[in-house]
């Protein structure tokens, strides 16, 4: 029968077989907890070293390739602010040269212009008119609904006053 302690713990030297005395320094979870620690320690301090180099030649390797970049500008927005400045000014300049508008006018004036009528989107809208018989000489009101929206571009002729 275990014997219980005044604390209600079972007493574990009661519990423990004889025949495995020699392990007792070994079992349980403090213990078991005390040697994975120690293990751990002691494979973490055999690879530490192997570690440490691995980084210190990757931070090298990295601070060779950031050799061949420039150094940043103290005032990077006015750099950008610079650099868009004089990329407009080029522009400028080279559309305000007539041969440049020749060359345009040329080449790609006319597929430019057909492209972007191709992306127009085309809407017929048909409204519904009615004639006001009570008063002739006013213009015809539209119907507020209901609007058809046709998507086919076909060419309508002009709603009159009826």
Request: some cysteine.
């Amino acid at each position: 029968m275990p014997v219980v302690e005044s604390n209600g713990n079972v007493a574990q030297e009661r519990l423990w077989p004889e025949a495995f005395n020699s392990f007792k320094n070994r079992c349980g979870i403090e213990k078991l907890k005390a040697f994975l620690s120690q293990q751990l320690g002691e494979q973490f301090s055999k690879v530490l070293p192997e570690v440490k180099k691995k980084v210190h030649a990757r931070i090298k390797e990295i601070e060779r390739e950031l050799g061949f970049y420039p150094k940043p500008p103290k005032d990077a927005d006015l750099e950008i602010m610079r650099s868009l400045t004089g990329f407009d000014r080029d522009v400028k300049d080279c559309i305000e040269h007539q041969e440049f508008l020749d060359f345009w006018d040329a080449t790609h004036l006319e597929p430019f212009k057909a492209k972007i009528l191709s992306l127009k989107p085309i809407f017929n809208i048909k409204e519904l008119r009615r004639a006001d018989k009570a008063a002739p000489s006013m213009p015809t009101a539209p119907i507020h609904s209901p609007v058809v929206i046709d998507l086919n571009p076909i060419d309508l002729p002009p709603l009159t006053n009826s």
